[in-house]
């Protein structure tokens, strides 16, 4: 267990729906990450925050946005879902953007958009 | 985006020590070298980090060449629940995560 939460474990909704996954960090964790995987392929990175404020931007659609709040949990919202957008969606917390500062994954959200 | 070459797959016998290795030739001098892995169904996996000189912790060994060009991770006695998708990351200061494709290692018994 990585002290990392993430709800939903599934969830399955419509095409052009809106969906929002939720990432607890571990205790005392401040920086948050999000990566999307789709079946069969890397990790890709989404979005970054530390302590509240966005830090970095990976290859976010624009239909998605993400927030991480003053508890420091975070969630990140998927709208005009596509089939396209089903994955997995992994959330990771550190306690600093340092270069030494390993990483906390969670065990996913597996979206399926029919 | 990635900075680090692995190789796409390796195989290995249940027991023996893997070698898997990683190149960064463009890594500079505050970049620091990070592996996680990935089992089949679950979330990626710290494995171990490192600046410049090797380091080990209880899962695996990390050999850093002099130039830091190269890095290779080292399970000492490969067991069929080490099989995963091995990830070599460059991470420096105050930056995200990169993935690349990895290393997915298959352990024969």
């Known amino acids: 267990d990585s002290g990392v939460t993430q709800t939903p474990k599934h969830l399955i909704t419509a095409t052009g729906q809106r969906v929002t996954l939720r990432c607890s960090p571990r205790?005392?964790?401040?920086?948050v990450y999000w990566y999307q995987q789709s079946l069969d392929q890397g990790l890709q990175f989404l979005i970054q925050y530390y302590n509240g404020e966005e830090r970095a931007k990976g290859n976010i659609l624009e239909r998605f946005s993400a927030q991480q709040f003053p508890d420091l949990h975070s969630e990140l919202n998927l709208s005009s879902l596509e089939l396209g957008d089903s994955a997995l969606y992994f959330c990771?917390?550190?306690?600093?953007?340092?270069?030494?500062?390993?990483?906390?994954f969670g065990q996913g959200t597996r979206l399926t958009v029919v | 985006d990635a900075k680090t070459t692995q190789p796409n797959s390796m195989e290995s016998n249940e027991e023996e020590p893997v070698h898997l290795p990683c190149n960064h030739s463009t890594i500079s001098g505050t970049d620091y070298i990070h592996w996680y892995r990935q089992l089949p169904s679950q979330g990626p996996e710290y494995v171990i980090h490192?600046?410049?000189s090797n380091v080990n912790n209880r899962m695996a060994s990390l050999a850093i060449a002099e130039d830091r060009k190269s890095s290779t991770l080292i399970l000492h006695r490969a067991t069929l629940r080490d099989a995963a998708v091995y990830y070599c990351i460059l991470k420096y200061n105050n930056n995200d995560m990169r993935f690349g494709a990895g290393t997915r290692l298959t352990v024969k018994p």
């Open positions: 490192g600046l410049t």
């Open positions: 990771a917390s550190s306690v600093e953007t340092g270069g030494g500062t390993e990483a906390f």
């Open positions: 205790s005392g964790d401040l920086s």
